[in-house]
């Protein structure tokens, strides 16, 4: 019933020439005790999201290195997945509590799935609450359980933290991306810190020329020869595109010929999304120097590379964020980059040294000035930004990081 | 209430090199008395979906050549587009008719809609049954309405005609694609036919070189040393996908090496779809050298170029079809073709002199072992159609069809 996925290959010496020799020989040590080390992941949903997009990247990984992973996303109907999504909201800090039928629903899935699971596991790495509950049914089948967290848990409904985490005592540890979204609760398993990590070798991300980038952007109607600025994320009031646009405004007062594209991701079964993605186009007002554009406008993960190569400032003008790896994304293609000083950004942008951070709609205005009126100085911080994700927040950091926490747990 | 959609603006002249002076001169003829024509198109959806793409398109290019253009998307919440999805089910034969709840929806948005619109027009071009009840109530504001059809009526559920025919009495045309599509009834106004076309300009189509196609190509997991088989669609039962791969299986007995790669784009709300791409994803059963790929894995307009550009050959299996222009953006890139005798293909696709033409799993792997195994014949057939194409379904051509159509209707 789970469905197995087929996350193809990927060889961790393509990233010889990109992180650190190091790293690579860290990776390498760690892994030698781990050698055929079956660990199964198990999440929610196969498309869409941080969560697959990591699994993508990270499963062959830790695959090529001498593990051997499979990945299973959970079975489920609507009335199940209605549930995990009041869990998803509630845990970060939705007001509305399960009900009983809610809760039977959730054990039911939770049962069945379990029932679902073939093989025998030394780890299962349970992403997020909504498989969490499984272990309860399927204890036998992996000594080790770790319950990776991706959301921020740190303002929750307790309500869910009284049902979920009494599911979890057992588990080995709970990984969270940054202290900060740690919950205050003494019944949390053993809390371990993995910031997440981009894959510097999927489309999104690999290495374009300013020419074919150019040539790209220029496909979607900007005009390449006049400066751009960027922001690549979903239209969601947290993103804050209105001030995105208002900010451009300024900017324009002072670099007239300045241009202003946004690009995100929309579910066709989001009104929320569509509704403020509509209010964003009414906000630009039919101006022709504002390009808005999504995956519904075809818009895939070359046309945002594209994008972010050639832009001459990207802005990620959070008011509250999560990780916010595009940021990360951002940096990796050495653009100088305005971020919300919100959620994981900090960690990315140090300020005026690796990019800036901003509060407000007119400081974000000020500071793509500075980086459009003085490229050449923007460049050298946008370097030291791309040189701060090299080090920090590449796939191999995450692989490293994981097989640390296995031999922590005694998995070898 | 109408969104009044920003369309940009495109220059006929990038065309100088694609298609025939002697076209472009006709118009320009055709187009000078029409100058000024005030055109407003009316549709249901600013994304997705063929009659968006296409008036993308073909909207800036009305306006580039002296035409007045405005294109307004219909207001409407979830009860109308309901309505809205029945009629366009009803009108492709589902038997499920309208009752008088939702009829008067029908009628009360259309008048809301009507109630909308601003400004007068020499001519309202309507796209589709959606916005065709509008007229009742907005008659003044143009002299002429035409009503352009991109689906196929030849076997509709007649409540359907019956309810939506009387509203269309006093326009001055209906547009179908192909003569097959026009519903036998002497209520309909005026049938013109019109096939659609394909923007040679657009991210989707734009010239890519075999280097730039093969590196995308080879980033979405394919050895692009490898021969590989295509088909861009949706995940629908009536492109069969099912049948691709049980001929890709064949192909495989004689070509070891040849691979698979399906590419379409998906709705998270449309269940069926989703559903159907689980199927086709079960079918592949694992296999490596299958690559199922979606809008939501971040595949857009350029990856699919791309994919197009570099296949050995590019499939259209399809067992019913509207009109199939990804058959016309597959032969412009020059691809050999192998489709499915239905619906508009056999006007793009000549059997053996611009493509194959096939009825079944075994005769489509048959062609492509033909083509795979001599590529230098396949080619040349490839190019002529590509010729083909040019001819006929450049967006140019369709331009000056209603431009045809504007001066018979007396709008000059």
């Keep these: 019933m789970l469905t197995s996925i087929n996350f193809g290959s990927r060889s961790l010496s393509d990233y010889n020439s990109i992180v650190s020799p190091g790293l690579l020989e860290e990776l390498h040590d760690l892994a030698a005790p781990l050698n055929g080390l079956r660990v199964n992941h198990i999440n929610a949903t196969a498309f869409g999201g941080g969560v697959a997009e ?9 695959e090529d290195i001498g593990l051997d992973v499979d990945w299973n996303v959970l079975f489920g109907r609507d009335e199940y997945f209605n549930v995990t999504k009041a869990i998803h909201n509630g845990l970060q800090g939705d007001e509305r509590s399960l009900n009983d039928d809610e809760k039977k629903i959730y054990e039911r899935y939770s049962a069945l799935n379990a029932g679902g699971l073939k093989g025998e596991y030394d780890v299962m790495v349970i992403h997020d609450a909504q498989p969490a509950g499984i272990r ?14 991706h959301i921020d848990l740190s303002a929750p409904n307790t309500d869910y933290l009284n049902y979920l985490l009494p599911m979890t005592t057992d588990y080995d540890a709970a990984i969270f991306h940054m202290q900060e979204y740690v919950p205050d609760d003494p019944r949390l398993p053993k809390p371990v810190i993995m910031p997440p990590a981009i894959d510097a070798l999927a489309p999104k991300n690999i290495a374009f020329t300013p020419d074919e980038a150019r040539r790209i952007v220029g496909l979607f109607g900007p005009d390449p020869d006049r400066p751009l600025m960027l922001q690549v994320s979903r239209f969601d009031p947290w993103k804050d595109p209105l001030g995105v646009i208002d900010a451009w405004r300024l900017v324009r007062e002072q670099i007239p010929g300045v241009q202003l594209a946004m690009v995100g991701s929309m579910a066709t079964d989001d009104p929320e999304g569509m509704e403020f993605y509509r209010r964003t186009v009414a906000h630009a007002n039919g101006d022709p120097d504002i390009f808005i554009m999504s995956n ?22 959070s008011i509250r964020e999560g990780f ?3 940021v990360s994304e951002a940096l990796w293609k050495g653009r100088p980059i305005v971020a919300g000083d919100v959620g994981g950004i900090p960690l990315q942008v140090i300020d005026g040294e690796t990019g800036y951070l901003v509060d407000s709609v007119e400081q974000a205005a000020e500071r793509c000035v500075t980086i459009i009126t003085d490229p050449v100085e923007a460049s050298q911080m946008a370097l030291r930004g791309k040189e701060h994700i090299r080090q920090n927040f590449l796939m191999p950091r995450l692989l490293r990081d994981y ?5 922590d747990i005694g998995a070898g």
């Design 324 to 326: 916010g790896l595009t």
């Design 54 to 62: 990591i699994l993508y990247a990270l499963a062959p990984l830790m």
């Design 296 to 317: 519904l406008d075809n818009v895939g993960a070359i046309e945002v590379n594209a994008f972010q190569t050639h832009a001459d400032v990207v802005l990620q003008k």
């Design 136 to 149: 309860e049914y399927a204890a036998d089948i992996a000594d080790h359980w770790v319950l990776r967290i």
């Design 403 to 407: 097989l640390k926490l296995f031999s």
